[in-house]
């Protein structure tokens, strides 16, 4: 070991990199196109309106986790049943609370949920537990929205084909999202 090398014990430990990661559907640029055409009518003027590329639904929020373990976590990804359904996108939501606009769906396929479950209990098995809230299938269309301009539009049809893994980088200016694996439905 040469005599400037570290040694252990040496200073304050280094923390392993972590990476802010989530299991999403990333919609065609088609739809997120309508989406982001139905944030602008929609959102409050002085809202920051999500860009079209970064327009996404989660599925499973993990959070930071050791970049080491990210194998691990692709793993179940690889091990889920990503399935194909049409998800409707039908509904508009305003949450006063963190002031975002959203677009869902007033009857979502069972199959969202399922996979959403499956992904949760995929991680649960490799010792990844999700915060404890229920799955809402939502797109978030705008932050720092402080009311919604319109309630009625066409509904926006989403042909779901497969998932992604996201890694979010955030600064002052948002996020930044970076697409990690993506998986086709069978
Ligand atoms: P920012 O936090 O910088 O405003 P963001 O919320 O888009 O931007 P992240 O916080 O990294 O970026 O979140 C990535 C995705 O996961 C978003 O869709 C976000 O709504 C969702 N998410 C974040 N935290 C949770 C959580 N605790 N539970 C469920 N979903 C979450
Ligand atoms: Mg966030």
Known sequence: MPADAPRPGDGAPVAAPTARVFFAL????????QLHQLARKAAASDARIMRADTLHLTLAFIGDVAVDRLPEVEAVGD????????????????WPHNQILWAG???????????????????????????????VPHVTLARRCRHAQVKAFAPIEWAVEGGVLAVSHRDATGARYEMCRRWSAA
């Open 26 to 33: 990333w919609p065609t640029p088609a739809v997120a196109t």
């Open 79 to 94: 091990q889920t049943a990503w399935p194909r359904c049409t998800l409707q996108l039908d509904q508009l939501g305003h």
């Open 105 to 135: 769906s007033q009857s979502p396929p069972d199959a969202l949920a399922q996979l959403a479950d499956e992904l949760s209990s995929g991680l649960q098995a490799i010792g990844i537990r999700l915060a404890a809230r229920p799955f």
